[in-house]
């Protein structure tokens, strides 16, 4: 079945450590991909997306991700978290039917 | 500003007793859509909304109606809600194509529990 997986269902890490959660997508053809965050009781924010040109992009907060096309990848990386990124990740596919599929995600608890 | 809202914010509610949550977009969007958010779940779409009196089902459509009557409104309607609608539930809209580049926005979502 077509689906977004992201593995780390739930990830700790000290401040100042780095950060990478993974996505991975089951679907062919040409695709939209999408970070949102979603901090505790609030809505979802979009961190960062990709549509076309430098597989690496870079969102806001310092995130970054990269497509890697081969892999069916965009996972998420962040060089050195602060508390202040404990929150739930998703990720997302969009599809040219203008569906956006998310992910499971991953919640991410950063300790002083 | 660019805006999705969502009415209700919280609510809780009794089975059975019928009970809509509206989503309104000031960006003249064509396409919107619900997704209910469940822990260990992520979000899932349960209708969307191509344009004004188009709608088809997403993922978990069982138990819910929308309608789309005007381009900036896409209510949700739980016609006989029972406790296994107990979510968080998002409107988002955007506007077509999609690979345009176009953003996705979403409301804050509405916390809805069925007793």
């Known amino acids: 079945a077509q689906s977004v997986s992201q593995h780390n269902h739930h990830v700790i890490l000290s401040e100042a450590a780095s950060l990478e959660l993974g996505c991975n997508y089951s679907?062919?053809?040409?695709?939209?991909l999408f970070w949102y965050v979603q901090y505790p009781g609030q809505h979802l924010q979009l961190l960062l997306k990709y549509f076309s040109g430098d597989p690496l992009v870079k969102g806001i907060k310092g995130f970054e991700a990269e497509f890697i096309k081969s892999k069916f990848s965009f996972n998420l990386r962040k060089p050195s978290v602060q508390w202040s990124d404990t929150a739930e990740y998703f990720c997302a596919v969009r599809k040219a039917t203008d569906k956006l599929i998310f992910g499971t995600g991953t919640r991410l608890q950063v300790f002083p | 500003e660019a805006q999705v809202t969502q009415n209700p914010r919280y609510l809780i509610t009794v089975t059975g007793k019928k009970l809509t949550v509206t989503c309104s977009q000031n960006?003249?969007?064509?396409?919107m859509s619900w997704y209910r958010q469940d822990p260990g779940l992520g979000l899932r779409q349960i209708y969307y909304s191509m344009n004004v009196e188009v709608t088809d089902k997403g993922d978990v459509p069982e138990g819910y109606k929308v309608s789309r009557k005007e381009k900036r409104n896409f209510p949700l309607i739980l016609e006989s809600p029972s406790p296994n609608q107990t979510s968080l539930y998002f409107c988002?809209?955007?506007?077509?194509?999609?690979?345009?580049?176009?953003?996705?926005?979403f409301g804050e979502g509405s916390w809805l529990t069925v007793v």
């Open positions: 679907y062919g053809g040409t695709v939209n």
């Open positions: 988002a809209s955007s506007s077509r194509p999609s690979y345009s580049g176009n953003t996705i926005y």
């Open positions: 960006m003249n969007h064509e396409y």
